[in-house]
Protein backbone atom coordinates (compact mmCIF):
# COMPACT_ATOMS: atom_id res chain seq x y z
CA UNK A 1 0.00 0.00 0.00
CA UNK A 2 1.58 3.48 -1.32
CA UNK A 3 1.55 5.95 1.81
CA UNK A 4 3.47 9.52 1.99
CA UNK A 5 3.30 10.97 5.25
CA UNK A 6 3.99 14.11 5.76
CA UNK A 7 5.40 16.22 8.97
CA UNK A 8 6.86 19.49 9.85
CA UNK A 9 4.89 22.06 9.28
CA UNK A 10 4.24 24.61 12.13
CA UNK A 11 3.52 28.36 12.93
CA UNK A 12 6.63 30.61 12.12
CA UNK A 13 7.25 34.40 11.87
CA UNK A 14 8.44 35.95 8.62
CA UNK A 15 12.23 35.15 7.68
CA UNK A 16 12.23 31.85 9.43
CA UNK A 17 12.99 28.34 8.46
CA UNK A 18 11.21 24.96 8.03
CA UNK A 19 12.05 22.08 6.74
CA UNK A 20 8.97 19.82 5.60
CA UNK A 21 9.22 16.07 5.33
CA UNK A 22 7.47 13.37 3.42
CA UNK A 23 8.03 9.82 4.24
CA UNK A 24 7.25 6.83 1.74
CA UNK A 25 5.91 3.70 2.92
CA UNK A 26 4.82 0.48 0.20
CA UNK A 27 7.09 1.48 -2.49
CA UNK A 28 10.54 2.68 -2.81
CA UNK A 29 11.40 6.13 -3.42
CA UNK A 30 14.69 5.48 -5.66
CA UNK A 31 12.30 4.92 -8.62
CA UNK A 32 9.92 7.46 -7.94
CA UNK A 33 9.61 11.25 -8.88
CA UNK A 34 8.33 13.64 -6.14
CA UNK A 35 6.96 16.98 -5.93
CA UNK A 36 5.59 19.43 -2.97
CA UNK A 37 2.70 21.57 -3.56
CA UNK A 38 1.00 23.92 -1.50
CA UNK A 39 -2.85 24.87 -1.68
CA UNK A 40 -3.93 28.31 0.37
CA UNK A 41 -7.41 28.90 1.29
CA UNK A 42 -9.36 29.87 -2.00
CA UNK A 43 -6.72 29.20 -3.96
CA UNK A 44 -5.60 26.79 -6.54
CA UNK A 45 -3.04 23.46 -5.63
CA UNK A 46 0.17 25.04 -6.63
CA UNK A 47 3.57 22.97 -7.78
CA UNK A 48 6.27 24.37 -5.27
CA UNK A 49 9.13 21.75 -6.34
CA UNK A 50 9.80 19.03 -8.16
CA UNK A 51 12.54 16.26 -7.65
CA UNK A 52 13.48 13.61 -10.77
CA UNK A 53 13.85 9.61 -9.99
CA UNK A 54 16.82 9.23 -12.46
CA UNK A 55 19.05 12.07 -12.13
CA UNK A 56 17.99 13.82 -9.25
CA UNK A 57 17.08 16.90 -10.70
CA UNK A 58 15.20 19.54 -8.97
CA UNK A 59 12.70 22.40 -10.69
CA UNK A 60 11.08 25.35 -8.48
CA UNK A 61 8.08 27.43 -8.70
CA UNK A 62 9.83 31.04 -9.41
CA UNK A 63 8.20 32.38 -6.45
CA UNK A 64 10.47 30.24 -4.03
CA UNK A 65 13.42 29.93 -6.03
CA UNK A 66 16.58 30.68 -3.98
CA UNK A 67 14.94 30.28 -0.59
CA UNK A 68 13.10 26.52 -0.68
CA UNK A 69 15.48 22.95 -1.47
CA UNK A 70 14.16 19.95 -2.05
CA UNK A 71 16.04 16.58 -1.19
CA UNK A 72 16.22 13.42 -1.09
CA UNK A 73 17.41 10.76 1.46
CA UNK A 74 16.37 7.51 -0.52
CA UNK A 75 18.11 5.25 2.34
CA UNK A 76 14.61 7.05 4.73
CA UNK A 77 12.69 6.78 1.94
CA UNK A 78 11.95 10.37 2.61
CA UNK A 79 12.16 13.54 0.94
CA UNK A 80 12.51 17.19 2.40
CA UNK A 81 11.18 20.58 1.79
CA UNK A 82 13.42 23.24 3.68
CA UNK A 83 11.90 26.28 3.35
CA UNK A 84 13.98 29.70 4.22
CA UNK A 85 13.26 33.27 4.54
CA UNK A 86 9.73 32.43 4.75
CA UNK A 87 7.00 34.86 4.05
CA UNK A 88 3.54 35.36 4.84
CA UNK A 89 2.40 34.58 1.25
CA UNK A 90 4.07 31.10 1.91
CA UNK A 91 1.29 30.32 3.97
CA UNK A 92 -0.79 27.24 3.19
CA UNK A 93 -1.26 23.27 3.48
CA UNK A 94 1.76 21.63 1.72
CA UNK A 95 1.51 18.30 0.32
CA UNK A 96 3.87 15.73 -1.02
CA UNK A 97 2.66 13.83 -4.66
CA UNK A 98 4.25 10.90 -6.14
CA UNK A 99 4.55 9.02 -9.75
CA UNK A 100 6.38 6.39 -11.25
CA UNK A 101 6.57 8.29 -14.77
CA UNK A 102 5.86 11.97 -15.67
CA UNK A 103 7.47 14.27 -18.07
CA UNK A 104 9.58 17.07 -16.88
CA UNK A 105 7.26 20.14 -18.39
CA UNK A 106 4.28 18.18 -16.26
CA UNK A 107 5.97 18.88 -13.36
CA UNK A 108 3.71 20.90 -12.01
CA UNK A 109 0.27 19.62 -13.04
CA UNK A 110 -1.25 17.67 -10.07
CA UNK A 111 -3.08 15.95 -12.50
CA UNK A 112 -0.41 14.02 -12.86
CA UNK A 113 0.22 12.62 -10.03
CA UNK A 114 -0.83 9.36 -8.81
CA UNK A 115 -0.59 9.22 -4.92
CA UNK A 116 -0.88 12.05 -2.28
CA UNK A 117 -0.13 12.94 1.29
CA UNK A 118 -2.77 14.11 3.78
CA UNK A 119 -0.63 17.72 3.84
CA UNK A 120 0.74 19.78 6.87
CA UNK A 121 -0.18 23.40 7.80
CA UNK A 122 2.28 26.10 7.27
CA UNK A 123 1.68 29.89 8.77
CA UNK A 124 3.78 32.68 8.47
CA UNK A 125 2.57 34.98 10.60
CA UNK A 126 4.03 37.20 13.59
Known amino acids: QVQLVESGGGLVQPGGSLRLSCAAS????????IAWFRQAPGKEREGVSY????????YYVGSVKGRFTISRDNAKNTVYLTMNSLKPEDTAVYYC???????????????????WGQGTQVTVSS
Open 51 to 58: ISSSDGST
Open 26 to 33: GFTLDYYA
Open 97 to 115: ATVDTIATYEWHDPDAYDY
